[in-house]
Nanobody, 124 residues
Framework: QVQLVESGGGSVQAGGSLRLSCVAS????????MGWFRQAPGKEREFVAV????????YYADSVKGRFTISRDNAKNTVYLQMNSLKPEDMAVYYC?????????????????WGQGTQVTVSS
């Protein structure tokens, strides 16, 4: 069982930056693929970024490529999402998720554990 707690959301103006953190419970954090997803009102939850066990494998949605950076610190059981050049269309609740099956996935149904989410608001 893994429990995930996100933090770092808030309100920024377009062009600003935020850094989201997700702390995981448990001793096996390093064995989980970690992903970030987001969900805007009235829309389905969508993939943002994913990172492999060691941090060397990363993959981004086209909409955030070049602006967002995912990273992890296995010693701290934490995954991060650095978000730069934020746009109003980035506004959503952001969720981190953990997948224990060892493969890079970009669909929500492939993830076993979810955090409660953190709100990101971007004003134009």
């Amino acid at each position: 069982q893994v429990q995930l707690v996100e933090s770092g959301g808030g309100s920024v103006q377009a062009g600003g930056s935020l850094r989201l953190s997700c702390v995981a419970s448990g001793r096996t954090f390093g064995s989980y693929i970690m992903g970030w997803f987001r969900q805007a009102p009235g829309k389905e939850r969508e993939f943002v970024a994913v990172i492999g066990w060691s941090g060397r494998s990363v993959y981004y949605a086209d909409s955030v490529k070049g602006r967002f950076t995912i990273s992890r610190d296995n010693a701290k059981n934490t995954v991060y999402l650095q978000m730069n050049s934020l746009k109003p269309e980035d506004m959503a609740v952001y969720y981190c998720a953990a997948d224990g099956r060892g493969l890079i996935h970009t669909t929500p149904r492939d993830y076993d554990y979810w955090g409660q989410g953190t709100q990101v608001t971007v004003s134009s």
